[in-house]
């Protein structure tokens, strides 16, 4: 568009990244000259009171010979805001020359000619008259009040000029003025006596001062070199203390430690007697099962007498393993003082018992041996079990059901009757 209004030089906008005061300032010039060719706006635009005017007399001027509004700040501005003011006027200039055409913009630029005066002097004239008024204004009210005075000060002016005037008189006034000045002038010798005195005495004190500072300095360094007696005994109660701190944490540490691994002994203690506990259940239930089935199998079989002969070495039997299990459980209750014991060891019948009826169907005396063997090497093996540990509990109570089941005794086949039957 400046290339179409015949601008001289290329513009883009990478020219206005930056502030360019300059160059819109030569963009704002020739833009007016082209509005006005005969138009005189101060080019110096060095200090920032001439950049300021020249902005101001551009918009001004563009204001009332154009009637464009232009944004002072924003062309003070110089970056890229300042094109968008710049292109107010270079498009009405465009849109004229598109429509009208070169010719017919100098013909009314000549016709126009007649009206065009100096705007930039008329400014300065403007700012010079305003500063004038407001002189006159104020110089104005003073003269006026001194004009309301003039009755008063005429009357005093011309008593005063008829008066005569009494040498006498006109001398005692002058020496008593003199008097006045002279007590003042003394008055200020004194004052700079005093501040010279005071000045001395402020040195004085100064000097004073810094000697008591070198002193005390002094002093300082040499209390901090010297070493307090008290300070090895300081010391030594630090150390002691030191140690005696170390030793309490470490103490602490064993104790803490100590607690911990009772704890855990007395876990795995409850642990192990629960673990035992279980194990003795089971095995009471598991006799259990097996005395109900040797029961079912064997009841068939026997007959009303065999179980009536039998039946009081049968009591018998069962109150000597009754023994055996409250004798093994006390034994084991004085092995284990501290432990508590949770459940009870009374079961069932054992696998001895249902066999030893079929047992003594054939022969009675012999079972009664076999039985009171059995019932000794029950004893021996509880005396073993209270001397072994508690984890020996549990597989001497295994080894007890094999024994036992060995020693079942099946059932005879019939026999021919005989007189050792009863």
Do not use: C
């Amino acid at each position: 568009m400046m290339r179409a209004l015949g601008y001289p030089r290329l513009i883009s906008m990478e020219n206005f990244r930056t502030p360019n005061f300059m160059l819109v300032s030569e963009i704002l010039l020739w833009l007016v000259k082209r509005y006005e060719p005969q138009t005189d706006i101060p080019s110096d635009v060095e200090t920032e009171q001439d950049r300021v005017f020249f902005i101001k007399a551009v918009a001004q001027f563009m204001a009332t010979k154009a009637h464009i509004k232009l944004n002072t700040k924003k062309l003070y501005q110089a970056d890229g805001y300042a094109v968008k003011e710049l292109l107010k006027i270079t498009s009405i200039l465009y849109n004229a020359m598109k429509t009208k055409g070169m010719e017919a913009t100098a013909v009314e630029e000549e016709d126009t000619g007649k009206f065009k005066f100096d705007l930039g002097s008329k400014i300065a004239d403007l700012k010079t008259a305003r500063q004038l008024a407001s002189e006159i204004t104020s110089k104005g009210a003073s003269l006026y009040d001194l004009l309301g005075k003039e009755v008063e000060l005429r009357e005093l002016r011309a008593e005063a000029i008829a008066r005569p005037l009494e040498i006498n008189e006109t001398e005692k006034v002058l020496k008593v003025a003199i008097k006045n000045i002279l007590e003042q002038v003394q008055k200020t010798k004194d004052m700079l006596n005093n501040v010279a005195s005071d000045e001395a005495s402020l040195e004085a004190k100064i000097e004073k001062r810094k000697a008591e500072l070198e002193r005390n300095q002094k002093r300082l360094q040499t209390l901090q070199s010297v070493r307090p007696a008290f300070m090895d005994e300081y010391e030594k109660i630090e150390e002691e203390l030191q140690k005696q701190y170390s030793s309490y944490l470490e103490k602490f540490r064993n104790l803490a430690y100590l607690e911990q691994q009772l704890d855990d002994q007395h876990r795995m203690e409850q642990e192990r007697f629960e673990e035992a506990e279980n194990t003795l259940r089971l095995m009471q239930n598991k006799l259990k099962e097996e005395e109900k089935r040797l029961l079912k199998t064997g009841s068939n079989d026997d007959s009303d007498l065999e179980i009536h002969e039998d039946e009081g070495s049968d009591s018998e039997m069962e109150d000597r393993q009754l023994m055996k299990q409250h004798t093994a459980m006390e034994m084991l209750m004085q092995g284990r003082p501290s432990k508590r014991i949770v459940g009870t060891m009374q079961g069932g019948d054992t696998e001895d018992d249902v066999g030893a009826p079929q047992a003594r169907a054939g022969k009675p005396r012999a079972s009664r041996a076999k039985a009171k063997e059995d019932s000794e090497d029950s004893e021996i093996d509880l005396d073993d079990d209270d001397e072994d540990d508690e984890d020996d509990l549990e597989d001497d109570s295994l080894d007890l059901s094999p024994n036992k089941a060995s020693r079942r005794v099946r059932k005879p086949e019939p026999l021919e009757e005989s007189d050792n039957d009863f």
